[in-house]
């Protein structure tokens, strides 16, 4: 298709599996004339529009003076409003009436890259009444595209003379730009992309277009509006070839901004939630250090030095060796049972050799014997085939870090573990009939935290229900499905 063009259907079809478009550009469409001069003056483009509307033909314009080919005869607005653009960087928009050509025409300038471009179009365009609708006509099929793409900026490329046609508006509302239905230079787009991204944008729209099969174009980047600011935006296109070379592109551009905002201040949530886990943990590792440090200084350290006095009395006392060596003996045979309990408090249990039911049942054991307590525990429902390791190992974790809390805090006769299963979802109940406690004014405590923690880190949840003389009660869901 020549950018003058045949005469083509005006209708979108579609073929198969294909869609077929216009084959006239919209910049056709609309009659908008456009015409570019450089820095003397000197006109470097000129549509067919333009030739329709100023009568006068492209060959006889092109590297001419523009002043020179319309002088006296255009209006003095029109030189002034020309010669501002030129010292500023935003489009300009005005509207002004032509004696000599006996219309109204709606102009809109813009500078760049040592260029003026100049998209018009004449008030009295709509006097012809086949032109609006065959306009309409062609406009709904394409706004019917579009919006299958976004409702928001719409625009038409084209590729080959790298132009962008601006439709409906969508760019003032959402970045400023005084532009409606006008063409912009692809470099007015260009130069306005974020200076950290413009590489990347232009190498894969390049690597797109390249390809020649794919009609998709899709990216995110920022956007400077008519005020300075970056918006983030959306971009998608659909490519349209000839003959295998990318002659158009139609599609629209959505302002995410909102988005974006919404999704930092999620990941800067999700750091602070992060910051939380990481102090919970290393809290959990101090004070397990001080407590291990408490129970050799204090206690361990002290029976062996028990231990070492007797054995040696025993060596200057002969009459009551015996019994100072047995003495000794059983203050060492304390020491290594002490010595097993904390090993065993901080070794990972090999769920694979013992299973988390029998990891759970000796800790229940071993909490009896040291507390006069009564300690419960049943599953219904539950495989534990079905559950990884790593979800054992964290239950496991959770009911310890719950039985320490009822011991130290508690004052609790009885406790309930009870584990059960709801379609693809483990819930592990642990409750206690011990003092209880106000949830509006309790503290969060580094126990409760490292629960939420692991809870977290298998995508579960915890609730806890407690009131002050009636027990405490903690509820933790978790999924037995991986979430990537």
Known sequence: MSRNGLVHTNNIQKTGNHLWYPQKTITEIVTNGFFAVDQRWTVKYWNSAAEELLGVAKADIVGKNLWEEFAEIIPVNFYSAYHKAFLQDVPVHFIEYWAEKGTWFEVITYHNN??????????????????????????????????????????????????????????????????????IPQSFWENRLHPDEKTRILAKLNARLSNGNDPAWEDEYRFRKAD???????????????????????????????????????????????????????????????????ELHDNLNQVLGAAKLYIEMAKSDEANRTMCLD??????????????????????????????????????????????????????????????????????????????????HANATRVIIHMTRKADELILLISDDGDGCDLSKIVKGVGIMNIRSRAELCHGTVKITSKPGHGYSLKVLLPLKDKK
């Open 327 to 408: 003495k000794a003996a059983g203050f060492i045979v304390n020491v290594i049972e002490e010595i097993r309990r904390i090993s065993k408090t901080l070794a990972s249990p090999s769920m694979q050799v013992m299973g988390l039911f029998e990891s759970i049942r000796i800790l229940l054991d071993d909490l009896k014997t040291a507390h006069p307590m009564i300690a419960e525990f049943d599953a219904y429902d539950i495989d534990e085939t079905d559950l990884v390791e790593k979800l054992q190992l964290n239950i496991f974790r959770i009911v310890q870090e719950q039985l320490n809390n009822v011991v130290k």
């Open 114 to 183: 040592n260029t003026l471009s100049v998209s018009f179009k004449s008030r009295n365009q709509s006097n012809n009444p086949e032109h609006p609708v065959r306009e309409l006509k062609i406009l709904n099929e394409l706004y019917r595209f579009v919006t299958e793409v976004t409702n928001d900026c719409l625009w038409e490329w084209d590729l080959q003379n790298k132009e962008i046609f601006w439709i409906d508006g969508g760019h003032k509302r959402a970045f400023g730009y005084e532009i409606v239905n006008a063409l």
């Open 228 to 294: 300075g600011e970056y918006a983030y935006v959306h971009d998608r296109g659909h490519i349209i070839y000839e003959e295998g070379i990318p002659v158009r592109m139609i599609g629209a551009t959505q302002d995410i901004s909102s988005r974006k905002s919404a999704e930092n201040k999620l990941i800067q949530e999700r750091l602070g939630r992060q910051k939380e886990i990481t102090h919970a943990v290393l809290s959990a590792q101090e004070n397990e250090r001080t407590e291990i440090g408490k």
